[in-house]
């Protein structure tokens, strides 16, 4: 049985294995990487589809603005397993994912993505003709749902990153990581020669 549920910190190395087996290194290059580059996902708004204790599916959405004082949610990346495609997973965490957002209050979602897929959960490129991406994008593929009737009306302008900012490491504790990981090491290799 699949249960989708927020995100924790210990699904980062599958949601990030799961990303690259979809999506391959490409998905770095992307322009929506850009909005979601240094900074967190909207609170609350990281899901993961789990089977029998794996992670097969994740979405997360991201806080920016379409174009100045009209926040948004960007929505992205939504992957599944390739060997589990065709079950469903991908429409559930989307309605999930759109569900949860409604519920906390936020007022549109905005994606980058295959408009047919997407039209099924009421996703369209009429909202954002007057929106633009920091960098190189498809405008047919950059779609709005507007969670709230006029959420989008006049949404113009640059869509820009406006979430949390990534804590990043102290240098020092990296440093310091770096030489116990020397040190184990070097244990290590003292006791296999002894």
């Known amino acids: 049985m699949v249960n989708i549920r927020e995100e924790k910190a210990s699904d980062a190395a599958a949601r990030e294995a799961l990303l690259d087996a979809a999506y391959g290194a490409a998905r770095f290059a992307k322009t929506s990487e850009r909005l979601r580059e240094g900074r967190l996902p909207a609170e609350r708004l990281s899901l993961v589809a789990v089977e029998d204790g794996r992670v097969i599916g994740t979405v997360r959405l991201w806080h920016v603005t379409a174009g100045p004082g009209c926040d948004a949610l960007l929505l992205g990346p939504l992957a599944v397993d390739p060997a589990c495609r065709k079950r469903g997973i991908g429409s559930a965490l989307m309605r999930r ?33 007057d ?28 869509i820009s990153a406006t979430g949390k900012v990534a804590p990043k490491p102290d240098l020092n504790t990296l440093i310091a990581a770096r030489g116990d990981s020397r040190r184990a090491n070097a244990r290590k290799l003292v006791q296999r020669a002894a």
């Open 131 to 158: 929106l633009w991406m920091p960098g190189r994008f498809d405008q047919g593929r950059l779609l709005a749902l507007a969670l709230n009737p006029g959420a989008l009306e006049g949404a113009r302008g640059l």
């Open 97 to 129: 994912a759109i569900a949860r957002a409604r519920m906390f209050g936020h007022r549109a979602i905005l994606l980058v993505g295959d408009a047919p897929y997407y039209a099924r959960f009421g996703f369209s490129a009429v909202a954002t003709a």
